[in-house]
């Protein structure tokens, strides 16, 4: 059960960066940041205060799942938008994935999880597939013929470290028995404090209002930004209840094959919008091939 909650909860994921890469293209990363994560909160808590097996005085369990929200959604969210304005889907996801190496690494130093060395050789196709797909960033144009700085897969790899880190915090949080909606509705809402907060005492909220806006924004956008953080809600309530009885070294991999349902929607419904070729292909290929080796002998 843990296996297939762990797709489940890539596959959403993978709806939400293509249906966020459609709407950046009219509207701003500050606006889709803004809707999703406030889609999050709305639905999470509603769904949440439906279940009568928690109680408010959890509250003090709730802190890794804060912890959690700084890291994941917000900061890694946010430059995967980045990354994925900039550089396209095809190459920022697969890269942004990378994050179960820093997982399987943290949940070694502070978690004291075993993992077999056999593990070695997935990781290192998982850092070849990274090579190929950052290779072809510089090929990738956006809003103009002008090459792209292949200082833009910092953003990226900024996201994969965020997410790293947020899943070990998650981890530590679900062992302490929380139900899994209200952990993933604490950990968006952390991410929409913070966010709301930034924007408050900042410059920025002069532009994010003209884009949140939906006379201004336009209905479609607004509407492709709620759609996403719909599957972006479902996504982490998959992954808590995947970790409830999954290890972490092996669930985080797994959960990290979005690259691969990406690939297919990149090609069949958004063909020429993103780098799609052969380096492209083979990349994700040694990326999902690199998570599956690590996942196998995680569980042998």
Known sequence: MSILLSLLSSLMFAFTFVLVKIGVKTSSSLAALWVTLSTNVVFL???????????????????????????????????????????????????????????????????????????????????????FLGSQSGRQTVHSSVDISRWYLFLPLAASLSYGVSVVFRKIGIDNGTDPVIAAAVTT??????????????????????HVNIAVCGRDEFFIFVISGLFSSLG????????????????????STTPFFVLLMSV??????????????LGTIAMVAGISSIVYFGIV
């Open 45 to 131: 808590w509603g769904w949440g205060l439906l279940k009568a097996d928690w109680q408010l005085t959890e509250w003090w369990e709730w802190r890794h799942f804060v912890l959690a929200g700084i890291f994941a959604p917000l900061l890694g969210r946010l430059f995967q938008i980045l990354g994925m304005t900039s550089l396209g889907a095809n190459i920022t996801t697969p890269i942004t994935l990378t994050h179960p190496l820093f997982t399987v690494l943290l949940a070694i130093i502070f978690l004291g999880e075993d993992v077999d060395l056999a593990v070695l050789p997935g990781i290192g196709l998982v850092l070849l597939g990274t090579a």
């Open 189 to 210: 809402t952390a991410s929409w404090v913070i966010l709301v907060t930034y924007l408050i005492f900042s410059k920025a909220i002069r532009g994010i209002s003209r």
């Open 236 to 255: 982490p309530v998959f992954l808590y209840m995947a970790l409830q009885d999954g290890r972490l070294s092996v669930v985080a991999p797994l959960a």
């Open 268 to 281: 069949f419904f958004r063909r020429g919008e993103d780098v799609v070729n052969r380096w492209v292909v």
